[in-house]
């Protein structure tokens, strides 16, 4: 069955970095966008960008850009994504999820969430 | 950028109800939309794919519409289990854009 695996919690402090992993299994892994979708304490869901996993090429929300970068191992089908100079607002559950390229799929398959914690 | 406006941000309901939620595209999606339920600590849930599919494995008393850039998720009798916060979301271009979230709580 699809599974998408993410990496543990993390704790950070602000200007620091973090990468989140996303191993995907039971599935081609390069017949997929995987995106990235935060959820911040009481707020809604919130869309970050996507990496397609065929050509590795990324695409990002206009806000995350310069401090967001996405990339892949087709190798091990896992998906990255590393955001910098973190802020306290960055404090959020963060999603990976696939979606089947060039169709209207939708997100159908989920990560179970990172909590980054960004604290001094 | 595509906006998405969902409305309501909160509806009161009872077990057995029929509910009614609203994303409004400001352009044309071409039945890229899809409604997502979200519950606290879990994962989003996919519901509804190009507007009106249902997702497999979920209940048939789910449903989706399209009229033109206004779509609809249905939720034909509410179940204990359905009070959660529901989501649009357009996948016609990038960036991906979610509606604002609609949150059904129990009256």
């Known amino acids: 069955q699809v599974q998408l695996v993410q990496s543990g919690a993390e704790v950070k402090k602000p200007g620091a970095s973090v990468k989140v992993s996303c191993k995907a299994s039971?599935?081609?892994?390069?017949?997929?966008?995987m995106h990235w979708v935060r959820q911040a304490p009481g707020q809604g869901l919130e869309w970050m960008g996507w990496?397609?996993?065929?050509?590795?090429?990324?695409n990002y929300a206009q806000k995350f850009q310069g401090r967001v970068t996405m990339t892949r191992d087709t190798s091990i089908s896992t998906a990255y994504m590393e955001v910098s100079s973190l802020r306290s607002d960055d404090t959020a559950i963060y999603y990976c999820?696939?979606?089947?390229?060039?169709?209207?799929?939708?997100?159908?398959?989920w990560g179970q969430g990172t909590l980054v914690t960004v604290s001094s | 950028d595509i906006q998405m406006t969902q409305s309501p941000s909160s509806l009161s309901a009872s077990v057995g109800d029929g509910v009614t939620i609203t994303c409004r595209a400001s352009?044309?999606?071409?039945?890229?939309l899809s409604w997502y339920q979200k519950k606290p600590g879990k994962a989003p849930r996919l519901l509804i794919y190009?507007?009106?599919s249902l997702q497999s494995g979920v209940p048939s008393r789910f449903s989706g519409s399209e009229s033109g850039t206004d779509f609809t998720l249905t939720i034909s009798s509410l179940q204990p289990e359905d009070f959660a916060t529901y989501y649009c979301?357009?996948?016609?271009?990038?960036?991906?854009?979610f509606g604002q979230g609609t949150k059904v709580e129990i009256k």
């Open positions: 999820a696939r979606e089947e390229l060039g169709a209207p799929t939708g997100f159908d398959s």
């Open positions: 039971g599935y081609t892994f390069t017949n997929y966008y």
């Open positions: 990496i397609n996993a065929n050509s590795g090429g990324p």
């Open positions: 352009q044309s999606l071409s039945s890229y």
């Open positions: 190009a507007a009106s």
């Open positions: 979301l357009q996948s016609h271009s990038t960036p991906r854009t």
